[in-house]
């Protein structure tokens, strides 16, 4: 057993704190993971805010990278010293979905029961309760145990916080308009949200090579930063729909080939979708509360064949694209360092989700 220092939550809409926590040894099939960088993700504020209901007491965080400390027995593809990248989504490997190479669609990963493969916890409270660990990996902790599938090795020379980054919100943005809505040359976008997924979905389109790339959001300072990563316009979006709609329309010709929704609220899903020309595709990223319901009017879409397509952590193949997107990365290609805003200790967390409620400032990132 290892002493570490964990970011957890005891109940939903409780504030979060940072507890000392007791860490077993990586058995068959794990390793432990020493974090340098955890970002801090609006999926974690749904989760403390208690919109989406989670087993508690649970290690949070799933945005996180570090270095390989120690490997369990049977571990025979990673190494002490490696660096790497979690991925919150850990392929069961054998579900219809694993088995047809559709592994961000796997239904049966451990990382949806919080727990290692085989339903166990490595974790452990004061009074020796078992601790979840949000997704598998729980990342805003000095250091964790993670199915050795889930510890994604990049090349050297990536800097942890951009790292981090990669697996969840960069992979989750950049994913979404490259592999699921595979985003013709040329094509005009817009992107709806300007956090690490918005901006992340900026980045993809500018790879993707579109053509006009408008960047929305209800805080100004965003714009400039999309800018920076790739959009060539930017739209303040006031508290009137409808006119963001019109500004938008104006910008892209009557509407863009595909809009992004990178929030997770049900107007701006309803706007992505109002928006679109003839043929267009909304493409849904943020995630909502789990109650939510939106609308739209059914014959436009038939008629005008418009397209609402839903992408999860951009269809990661996690072995594969993180170290895709670092060496990216590393050529100059995703410049993921400008979405970083402040790194802070684990004991900013509470502040932290503050800033991420009310929309302030860039990824914050936790340095454990
Ligand atoms: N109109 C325009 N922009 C808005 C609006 C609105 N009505 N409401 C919020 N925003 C902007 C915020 O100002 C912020 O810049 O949306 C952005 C959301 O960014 P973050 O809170 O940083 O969220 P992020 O971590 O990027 O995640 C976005 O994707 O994976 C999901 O669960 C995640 O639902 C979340 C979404
Ligand atoms: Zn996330």
Redesign the pocket.
Known sequence: MTAVRAVVMRGPGRPVDVETLELGEPREGEVRVRIFASGV???DL?VRDGEWPRPTPVAMGHEGAGVIEAIGPGVTERHVGQPVVLSWLVPCGSCRACRTGHVWACGQSPSFRHALLDGKTALFGERGEPVFSYCAIGTMAEATVVPAAAAIPLPDGVDPAVAALIGC?VS?GVGAVLKTAVVPAGASVAV???????LSCVMGAAIADAGRIVA????AA?LDVARSVGATDGLV?GDDPAATVEALRELTDGGPDFAFE????V??VELAIESLPLGGTAVL????PFESRASFAVYPLVDGSRRILGSNYGFADPAVDFPRYAQWHLDGRLPVERLIDRRIGLDGIEAAFDR?RA?DGL?QVLVP
């Open positions: 993700c609006h999926s749904h919100c989750t709806i949200g300007l956090g690490g997924v918005g929305i959001d209800r805080v965003k979006a990178a929030i997770g609220r107007p701006t990223v943020g995630m909502t991420l929309g990824r």
